[in-house]
């Protein structure tokens, strides 16, 4: 049973538009939401994060947007970079306080092109 | 500060081997997680350590086992190989019970 799913697995998208990744989740216990960003033969590095209280979290070109009742979150990417090309996952657990255990989302490839 | 320290970066066994992997956590990081990384699986999780006790397991056979020592640092070992374990297998740490995980770079393993 796949709780949170990307249902694209890869994006193509043009240096200096908008990048949009999309992520859903079933898991109705899910409170807090993260992205990460991983580069071939690297650790994921942690981008953003979001907790169910808001509907919004901004970062520099990063935005991420929770939607609850459609149980689905996004990330924006503005303006997108070739340096953004990367895969990137998405990630939720229960609570903030929860601990460590994350379930991610299969990834979705990003690449920028020049 | 030092990241998050994972040797060996690649291994290769063959089936029926065992195999231990092991993970320095950033300086201060008392929590250790394990995570598994195959293509189109995304990351599953195996297990998280904290201050030496195993304090949450996720679905993995019981040949996949780990532990965790006074300075934090954990290893994980595998047993009985099979050559479904070829993945990425990737360390994370934190300060505590919340916030953000670091991840390592990976020991890439291979069984063939």
């Known amino acids: 049973d796949q709780q949170v799913k990307q249902n694209s697995p890869s994006l193509s998208v043009q240096e200096g538009r908008i990048s949009i990744l999309n992520c859903d989740y079933t898991n109705s216990m899910f409170d807090y939401f993260l992205w990460y960003k991983k580069y071939p033969a690297e650790g994921p590095t942690f981008l953003i994060s979001?907790?169910?209280?808001?509907d919004k979290n901004e970062d520099g070109r990063f935005t991420v947007f929770l939607n609850k009742s459609a149980k689905h979150l996004s990330l924006h990417i503005v303006p997108s970079q070739p340096g953004d090309s990367a895969v990137y996952f998405c990630?939720?657990?229960?609570?903030?306080?929860?601990?460590?255990?994350?379930?991610f989302g299969e990834g979705t490839q990003l690449t920028v092109n020049p | 500060k030092a990241g998050v320290t994972q040797t060996p970066r690649y291994l290769i066994k063959t089936r029926g081997q065992q195999v231990t992997l092991s993970c320095s956590p950033i300086?201060?990081?008392?929590?250790v997680s394990w995570y598994q990384q195959t293509p189109g699986q995304g990351l599953q999780f195996l297990f998280e350590?904290?201050?030496?006790?195993?304090?949450n397991k996720g679905n993995f056979p019981g040949r996949f086992s780990g532990r965790q020592f006074s300075n934090s640092r954990s290893e994980m070992n595998v047993s009985t190989l099979e050559l479904g374990d070829s993945a990425l297998y990737l360390c994370?740490?934190?300060?505590?019970?919340?916030?953000?995980?670091?991840f390592g770079s990976g020991t890439q393993l291979s069984v063939l």
């Open positions: 994370a740490s934190r300060v505590g019970g919340q916030g953000k995980l670091f």
């Open positions: 300086s201060g990081h008392r929590s």
């Open positions: 990630a939720a657990s229960p609570r903030e306080t929860s601990g460590s255990r994350l379930t």
């Open positions: 350590y904290f201050s030496e006790t195993q304090r």
């Open positions: 979001i907790s169910s209280i808001k």
